[in-house]
């Protein structure tokens, strides 16, 4: 599942879950909630391997969490960026199960917004 889940899709429990209960995708989250940054970037700024940044931001994207957008380099080496894609969750234990709540960011704010361009 990439983006937000539509009404017809909900975010996976587990996998929502399971992200959050990781140390790496929590750091990840919370350098990705400030700007967009590459899974380089990423991987500088929480001080982990490049290639653990590359797996917890793919289980944090099948999650939900997290989206990707595509950072235009004016050399034409295209990279891919993250950003935390939502402001809360909410998990709710009553009546015999759990329910999971995500709330989005204000997308108003992001409106009429080209993709990103970078020099070298």
Known sequence: MRGWPTEDETADLG?????????????ILEAASEETLTATELSEQCDIPTSTAYRKVEKLTEAGLVEEKVRINTSG????????????????VADGGVELELTRPDTESNIGSAAPIAGD
């Not at 996998?15 to 750091?27: F, I, K, N, Q």
């Not at 960026?81 to 709710?92: G, K, L, N, P, Q």
């Open 77 to 92: 080496k295209h990279a891919t960026e993250y950003r935390t894609a939502f402001d809360d969750v909410v998990v709710t």
């Open 15 to 27: 996998s929502v879950l399971g992200a959050l209960d990781d140390d790496a995708c929590r750091e």
